[in-house]
């Protein structure tokens, strides 16, 4: 089924250009990615608001991220065995149970 179309008054049918020096275009699009938004986003909040509020995200060391892509990669081993036999293996239950630690354990700020 297709996303409904959005009403004529919703639809950014109109363009507005401007010039910039190269400095401010990399200025507005590094403002933009660390807002993670797109440039046009950025621009249209900025021009309408007059702020944009950026959060701070962390990020997630690499030794972390690691370990979730290694037991990512056993959870799909178990599920892909779960749907060709139809029987629980006992890894899933134990990866799964890993993720979800680690995963409250990111969020809790530990």
């Not at 507005?16 to 275009?25: D, H, K, S, V």
Request: proline share 5%.
């Amino acid at each position: 089924m297709a996303r409904p179309r959005k009403g004529r008054d919703d639809q950014l049918s109109e363009m507005l250009r401007c010039r910039l020096r190269p400095a401010e275009y990399l200025r507005i699009r590094q403002a933009a990615q660390q807002a993670n938004m797109s440039v046009s986003d950025y621009v249209r909040r900025m021009l309408l608001k007059g702020t944009v509020v950026v959060k701070k995200t962390r990020t997630l060391d690499p030794e972390v991220y690691d370990q979730l892509r290694r037991i990512g990669i056993n959870l799909n081993q178990a599920v892909h065995k779960l749907h060709a036999t139809g029987l629980i293996p006992p890894e899933l239950a134990r990866a799964a149970a890993v993720v979800e630690a680690i995963v409250l354990g990111i969020a809790d700020g530990a």
